[in-house]
């Protein structure tokens, strides 16, 4: 069960653009930058500080996003094209020949079924076979990113938290912790 909850995680973090993202799927040659996400771009009122409140509004715009046919609902089709545009983007950027890519994308194709396969059987709670804004949004404590980044607990997320998860600080201490 831990299992099936961290690999659907991964694969939701993944989806939803890094926002998010655990420190080893975000780039950590780019000095604050969260998967391609600066700083900047989440903390709206330029205080210098991430409030959850604009954590929260990137994370639901970027799940709002995945719903291509404005319905409501986020269909196993739409988080497929979703994860294979973002995989297809990180090709794209390695340069690999036409052949090497291919292949790499039929492996990909195979594993973004069975991801899409596992976060529906997970997260679609009424079991319509497709995703709601809430069911995506549903809280769960496990997986806070939001808390994880906070490692000051002072309901607010630093540039330099942001820039240590970045640079792949992984020791989820908190500050004065060891």
Do not use: W
Not at 95 to 111: I, Q, V
Not at 138 to 152: L, M, S, V, Y
């Amino acid at each position: 069960m831990i299992k099936a909850n961290t690999v659907t995680s991964i694969a939701l973090i993944a989806l939803l653009g890094g926002t998010f993202s655990a420190a080893a799927h975000g780039s950590k040659s780019d000095k604050g930058m969260k998967g391609g996400v600066e700083f900047s771009t989440l903390d709206t009122d330029n205080n210098g500080q991430i409030t959850k409140q604009e954590f929260e509004a990137h994370k639901l715009a970027h799940i709002t996003a995945l719903d291509a046919d404005g319905n409501g609902q986020i269909s196993a089709e739409e988080l497929s094209a979703s994860m294979k545009s973002r995989f297809e983007a990180r090709l794209a950027d390695k340069n690999h020949s036409a052949d090497k890519t291919e292949k790499k994308l039929e492996r990909m194709e195979k594993k973004i079924s069975k991801r899409v396969a596992r976060m529906l059987s997970k997260l679609d709670a009424n079991e319509d076979g497709a995703l709601s804004i809430e069911e995506m949004t549903a809280k769960n404590e496990r997986h806070d990113h939001f808390a994880k980044r906070d490692t000051n607990e002072d309901g607010m997320i630093s540039e330099e938290e942001f820039n240590a998860k970045a640079s792949g600080d992984k020791r989820g201490n908190k500050r004065g912790h060891k």
